[in-house]
């Protein structure tokens, strides 16, 4: 049980913190960003990208 909890939390900071597993909200529609790269460019991928905080 506490396997599947740890386990639970990897993906959910995985899911937050990785761009491409990121939600894409474009209007109504929840899409990740690597799905909406595909539906643009089926070739396209990201090698790079920055990371900016409001907090610092």
Known sequence: ????????R???????NTLNNQ???Q???K???A????SVDKDA????FR???LND
């Open 10 to 16: 990897v993906q959910k900071f995985l899911k937050e």
């Open 23 to 25: 939600d894409f909200v």
């Open 31 to 33: 899409i990740s960003v």
């Open 51 to 53: 990371r900016y905080s």
């Open 45 to 48: 991928k990201v090698v790079a």
């Open 1 to 8: 049980m506490v396997q599947n909890i740890a386990n639970g």
């Open 35 to 38: 799905d909406y790269i595909k």
């Open 27 to 29: 209007s109504d529609e």
